[in-house]
């Protein structure tokens, strides 16, 4: 089951915040990350595992809330190579067989 | 450190040609994963390999799909015959065994069946 991400895109000015968020209607073991820039090929960002443990990369965080099967990624004082279509990918067993979301466009603006 | 290597990068092709995809994962890595992109569908899990073992194939669309891992360095991806709603990006990542979460996606092969 495909997870939904929230919202379909989001323009931003450099140095706003964003968050995108990515849920659930099934019990996760974790969810996985990755951001795609026009004509480019997915590139790992960050894995959170159940247990509601929060990452950071760089100045881009995440978090899983373990109760409502939702994980949010948050964008921090965004910069330009921010911009790009950010994806969640969702594994309920732990069997690395990825369903991911539509994604989440982000325009970061100068 | 070469990453994962896809050829061709395109591939035009007509409807009920054989095609064939091919993909290099990097150096170690234990696990192999065949991924499709379409605005429609997004991005979808097609096979993934662990040790050229195929582990799961549930999201390949149908017998005109195949894939093999004949070795640790090589995968291919095989539509026959080839229809027009295959057109799309396909993806080959592979990852480490200590971290399988962790995927390196290939630059990707735009196919295009007309």
């Known amino acids: 089951q495909q997870p939904v991400q929230s919202p379909q895109a989001v323009i931003l000015r450099e140095g706003e915040d964003a968050v995108i968020n990515c849920s659930s209607s099934k019990a996760l073991y974790s969810v996985h990350w990755y951001r795609q820039k026009h004509g480019e090929a997915p590139v790992f960002l960050m894995i959170l595992l159940k247990g509601g443990e929060q990452k950071g990369h760089d100045k881009i965080s995440a978090s899983f809330n373990e109760k409502k099967q939702q994980s949010s990624l948050y964008l921090t004082a965004s910069q330009l190579s921010y911009s790009g279509t950010y994806f969640c990918?969702?594994?309920?067993?732990?069997?690395?067989?990825?369903?991911f979301g539509a994604g989440t466009t982000v325009t970061v603006r100068a | 450190d070469a990453g994962v290597i896809q050829s061709p990068r395109h591939e035009v092709t007509e409807m009920g040609q054989e095609v064939t995809l091919r993909c290099k994962p990097i150096s170690g890595h234990d696990y192999l994963f065949w991924y499709r992109q379409t605005m429609m569908r997004g991005l979808e899990l097609l096979i993934y390999f662990n040790n050229n073992v195929p582990i799961d194939d549930s999201g390949m669309p149908e017998d005109r799909f195949s894939a093999k891992m004949p070795n640790a360095s090589f995968s291919t991806l095989k539509i026959q015959p080839s229809e027009p709603r295959d057109s799309a990006v396909y993806f080959c990542?592979?990852?480490?065994?200590?971290?399988?979460?962790?995927?390196?996606f290939g630059p990707g092969t735009r196919l295009t069946v007309t």
């Open positions: 990542a592979s990852s480490l065994g200590t971290a399988p979460g962790e995927q390196y």
């Open positions: 990918g969702t594994d309920l067993y732990n069997d690395y067989k990825l369903s």
